[in-house]
């Protein structure tokens, strides 16, 4: 019934590379991935093509240095290509931004010879990374973890099973967290393994109510062997590296979030342009009109959250409370938008037949991911009034 396309968002972007990126990820994700999105996650199809596809094109690292494959966009343009990507299918938008947080520690962590050796085929060689923080028994407690990493000679041997991995189990890298000293965070170490490295296992994918061509998974590590070489940053720094690269991967998750919520805006305003009743659209009645401009409103002002944080991480200077504030904001925001456009589509907005039905199931895990939206309020209180006072007796 859509009968009306819906109208690019009006960026402001800093270059004409830029510009041209958009258009790039725009037309891919019109042409590429739109198109069979719903048949595709209906069938709990992975789309590594269009990974691959992505990686050719220059758009799998875009924030990273170009001496090592990356393309050298600052993080505001990067997050505005992973909109465009997560609006024509989440499980693309998502698959990026996890991709890019794998990449992070050898990126801003690693040594001189550790990111020649590994970072152009990270960033532009086709691979896919996957992040290993998450246990069965903590989550938002990552600080607890329990897989282990235990020194032989010149080697790790890691033992230990991380949960909710995104690409868990087809991954070709895996940035991983594991204890390598005493209890608590400053007993944690990051290590760089290859996906095909004995020992590694990925269980049976997750049954999920959304996101279902997205694989998260448990991944198993059984004496899996790791030269030292693998090892990114100092012993005893993988925590700080964890929160590092989580600061950063909660924008993507912001940029993801508007992605879906104007997707699925667009389809309201379609369907109510063109849905007559009482001999007119839909879209004539004051109680719908306001319906969708408070979707709209809330949508831009995301937008410009998640991009004052970019713009601060561009410039060099703290951003960890506005990058939990926009993760905060857009994945409510999200999760909002698409159960008003389930309600401006009626009956037809609980069926599959339209796309918003599988927005609405999408936008929930959002709130979860990359820390619950409880923890982004825990983190935003914490720059406000200090750390919580922990009372005994």
Request: hydrophobic share 40%; charged share 20%; proline share 5%.
């Amino acid at each position: 019934m859509p009968d009306r396309a819906p109208q690019p968002v009006d960026r402001q972007l800093p270059t004409d590379e830029a510009r041209d990126l958009i258009s790039l990820a725009r037309d891919i994700a019109q042409r590429e991935i739109a198109p069979r999105a719903a048949e595709e996650e209906d069938a709990g199809h992975f789309p590594r093509e269009i990974f691959t596809l992505l990686s050719r094109s220059g758009l799998l690292g875009l924030p990273y240095d170009s001496e090592y494959g990356g393309g050298d966009q600052p993080y505001e343009v990067y997050l505005q290509v992973l909109e465009e990507l997560a609006a024509a299918r989440l499980t693309v938008g998502l698959g990026v931004s996890v991709h890019s947080l794998s990449c992070h520690a050898l990126a801003n962590y690693g040594t001189k010879q550790q990111q020649v050796e590994h970072l152009p085929a990270m960033l532009g060689g086709g691979l896919l990374g996957a992040y290993c923080l998450s246990e069965p028994s903590s989550g938002s407690d990552a600080a607890s973890l329990r897989t282990k990493a235990v020194r032989d000679g010149e080697d790790w041997v890691i033992d230990g099973t991380k949960a909710w991995i995104t690409h868990g189990g087809i991954a070709d890298f895996y940035t991983v967290m594991a204890r390598t000293g005493e209890d608590g965070p400053r007993g944690i170490s990051a290590f760089l393994v290859p996906g095909d490295a004995a020992g590694l296992s990925g269980a049976a994918p997750e049954k999920k109510m959304g996101m279902k061509g997205s694989p998260t998974a448990q991944v198993h590590f059984d004496g899996v062997r790791v030269p030292d070489e693998r090892r990114l940053g100092e012993e005893g720094q993988g925590f700080a590296i964890a929160l590092s690269a989580l600061d950063s991967g909660r924008l993507g998750i912001a940029a993801c979030a508007i992605g879906l919520a104007q997707a699925a805006l667009d389809e309201a305003v379609a369907y109510a342009s063109g849905r007559q009743q009482f001999g007119r659209p839909i879209s004539d009645f004051q109680g719908l009109r306001f319906m969708l401009a408070d979707m709209a409103t809330q949508i831009e002002a995301g937008r410009a959250l998640y991009l004052a944080a970019a713009r601060l991480r561009d410039a060099g200077r703290p951003f960890a409370k506005q990058a939990a504030m926009a993760k905060l904001h857009c994945t409510d925001t999200a999760m909002k938008a698409t159960i008003d456009a389930v309600q401006v589509l009626g009956g037809y907005g609980y069926t599959a037949d339209f796309p918003v039905e599988r927005y609405m199931r999408e936008a929930k895990v959002l709130q979860i991911v990359e820390g619950t939206n409880q923890i982004q309020r825990m983190v935003i209180a914490r720059h406000l009034a200090g750390p919580e006072t922990h009372r005994t007796g």
